[in-house]
């Protein structure tokens, strides 16, 4: 009896290849880890400004060259070859090439944020020409892939369909058109992408019941095609098997902190993150111990601004930027609590990995963290600044609380661990390609 040929899925590097990470490149990063683990063949697809004729080792030098990079521009002087290949694209649809991994390249700096995969392929500013055909057409632009996958698994809502195969689309959540004054994005244009992923799609992927009925609720002939995955987080069992006093020697020699002495909350700065109430309600609480902020500013809010670099001068806030993964999670394992009280939440992330590292969660009743978290995070109320006032009182006195919370956390992040992933998306999949 023959075996049976491994599924072959493709993923886009939209996300990965941003320079800095955002909760859809670790969705993408750990999805891709997760087919790797179910022994599928998967090709990432990125969008860099590689030109397709390159010779072979020049495609690989250019990739680590702009992986994680800010691009100096990104327009096309007119009739160079880089403006010919876009209005080709544009025209009669773009074509991937592989990226040679040959190891010519030292790509240790990258292992973090690399997916796992077979091939690496570039279509030339692929998701540029895609914004701009679907500004000016409307209509999807094709991408026609070296070898067509089984599926091809956009894990962002993107106006491209790869040729020959299946295409689905991962749809983290709708609050762009829910909470549109959280956001930035174009909403006449969001909310025409997203009509047209649900009629054009194969199938979609969502993170959460929440999500999923937020689409189907935007839109109900998205129902039988909607799929719940959730989505998983990777171990990091390097981090949780420190020992209690190597944790605490990188707390005080790169930080100054102690265990259990700082809150923390990371994530980007803005508006549906609920930074200004969770500042304002951090102030009100006068704790003794500091809030610790990672993350950059996504945009600006004036009060939350403000009130964040008050707490800032008076020595209350510490902020930093960005941080590596690991760095992070040692970061997250030592704190006396995660605060998340976000506004609206896909999935919510953080609020699973600081459970899963054992570390007591606040967050919000609101979307899908309720769900995810269960009971095993301290739920206050998002738009009542003195629930998450309170509630920061409660786990800066309350050991009892904070311990339990502590045994609890695990064992509910390990409903989202990797094995249940990897069911979960086989039974996906299977469904998507038995619908041939």
């Given at each position: 009896?023959?075996?049976?040929?491994?599924?072959?899925?493709?993923?886009?590097?939209f996300?990965l290849?941003?320079?800095?990470?955002?909760?859809?490149?670790t969705?993408a990063?750990?999805?891709?880890h997760?087919l790797?683990?179910?022994?599928?063949?998967?090709?990432?697809?990125?969008?860099?400004?590689?030109?397709?004729?390159?010779?072979?080792?020049?495609?690989?030098?250019?990739?680590?060259?702009?992986?994680?990079?800010?691009?100096?521009?990104?327009?096309a002087?007119f009739?160079?070859?880089r403006?010919?290949?876009?209005?080709?694209?544009?025209?009669?649809?773009?074509?991937?090439?592989?990226?040679?991994?040959d190891r010519?390249v030292?790509?240790?700096?990258?292992?973090?944020r690399?997916?796992?995969f077979?091939?690496?392929?570039?279509?030339?500013d692929?998701?540029?020409?895609?914004w701009n055909?679907?500004?000016?057409?409307?209509?999807?632009?094709?991408?026609?892939?070296?070898?067509?996958?089984?599926?091809?698994?956009w894990?962002?809502?993107?106006?491209?369909?790869?040729?020959?195969t299946?295409?689905?689309?991962?749809?983290?959540?709708?609050?762009?058109l829910?909470l549109?004054?959280?956001?930035?994005?174009n909403?006449?244009?969001?909310?025409?992408?997203?009509?047209d992923?649900?009629?054009?799609?194969d199938?979609?992927?969502?993170?959460?019941?929440?999500?999923?009925?937020d689409?189907?609720a935007?839109?109900?002939?998205?129902e039988p095609?909607?799929?719940?995955?959730?989505?998983?987080?990777?171990?990091?069992?390097?981090v949780?098997?420190?020992?209690?006093?190597?944790?605490?020697?990188n707390?005080?020699?790169?930080?100054?902190?102690q265990?259990?002495?700082?809150?923390?909350?990371?994530?980007?700065?803005e508006?549906?993150?609920?930074?200004?109430?969770?500042?304002?309600?951090?102030?009100?609480s006068q704790?003794?111990?500091?809030?610790?902020?990672?993350?950059?500013?996504?945009?600006?809010?004036?009060?939350?601004?403000?009130?964040?670099?008050?707490?800032?001068?008076?020595?209350?806030?510490?902020?930093?930027?960005?941080?590596?993964?690991?760095?992070?999670?040692?970061?997250?394992?030592?704190?006396?609590?995660?605060l998340?009280?976000?506004?609206?939440?896909g999935?919510?992330?953080?609020?699973?990995?600081?459970?899963m590292m054992?570390?007591?969660?606040?967050t919000?009743?609101?979307?899908?963290?309720?769900?995810?978290?269960?009971q095993?995070?301290?739920?206050v109320?998002?738009?009542?600044?003195n629930?998450?006032?309170e509630?920061?009182?409660?786990?800066?006195?309350?050991?009892?609380?904070?311990?339990?919370?502590?045994?609890?956390?695990?064992?509910?992040?390990?409903?989202?661990?990797?094995e249940?992933?990897?069911?979960?998306?086989?039974?996906?999949?299977?469904?998507?390609?038995?619908?041939?």
């Amino acid at each position: 009896m023959s075996a049976q040929p491994h599924l072959h899925v493709a993923l886009d590097g939209f996300n990965l290849a941003l320079p800095r990470g955002t909760g859809v490149a670790t969705y993408a990063r750990t999805l891709s880890h997760a087919l790797r683990e179910m022994s599928c063949e998967v090709d990432v697809l990125y969008g860099l400004n590689i030109p397709s004729n390159a010779r072979s080792l020049l495609r690989e030098i250019l990739f680590f060259d702009q992986l994680c990079a800010e691009e100096k521009s990104r327009r096309a002087r007119f009739l160079t070859a880089r403006w010919k290949e876009r209005l080709r694209a544009h025209l009669l649809g773009h074509r991937a090439v592989e990226i040679p991994v040959d190891r010519h390249v030292d790509s240790r700096s990258f292992s973090d944020r690399l997916p796992a995969f077979n091939t690496l392929l570039n279509a030339r500013d692929l998701f540029i020409i895609a914004w701009n055909h679907y500004r000016h057409t409307r209509r999807f632009l094709e991408v026609a892939l070296p070898r067509s996958p089984d599926i091809m698994h956009w894990t962002y809502p993107l106006p491209i369909r790869a040729r020959n195969t299946k295409n689905i689309y991962t749809i983290h959540d709708l609050v762009p058109l829910r909470l549109p004054h959280t956001t930035l994005d174009n909403k006449t244009n969001h909310f025409r992408l997203i009509t047209d992923i649900i009629h054009k799609a194969d199938a979609i992927c969502t993170v959460s019941e929440a999500s999923r009925q937020d689409i189907i609720a935007f839109n109900p002939a998205a129902e039988p095609i909607t799929f719940n995955t959730y989505q998983s987080v990777r171990k990091q069992t390097s981090v949780q098997q420190l020992p209690d006093e190597i944790v605490a020697q990188n707390l005080s020699h790169l930080y100054d902190l102690q265990p259990n002495g700082y809150f923390l909350y990371y994530g980007s700065i803005e508006p549906k993150k609920n930074i200004g109430r969770l500042v304002e309600g951090f102030l009100a609480s006068q704790s003794s111990r500091p809030l610790v902020i990672v993350g950059a500013m996504a945009w600006k809010a004036d009060a939350e601004l403000r009130l964040l670099e008050h707490g800032k001068k008076r020595g209350r806030i510490i902020q930093m930027e960005y941080l590596p993964e690991y760095d992070l999670m040692v970061l997250i394992r030592g704190a006396r609590a995660v605060l998340f009280p976000s506004l609206s939440e896909g999935f919510g992330l953080p609020a699973v990995e600081a459970m899963m590292m054992g570390t007591p969660v606040l967050t919000s009743s609101e979307a899908s963290l309720p769900e995810v978290t269960g009971q095993a995070g301290l739920m206050v109320e998002a738009y009542d600044t003195n629930s998450i006032m309170e509630g920061i009182q409660e786990l800066d006195c309350n050991d009892a609380l904070c311990a339990r919370l502590q045994k609890e956390g695990p064992q509910q992040a390990s409903n989202f661990d990797m094995e249940h992933y990897r069911v979960t998306l086989k039974k996906f999949y299977d469904n998507v390609l038995r619908n041939r």
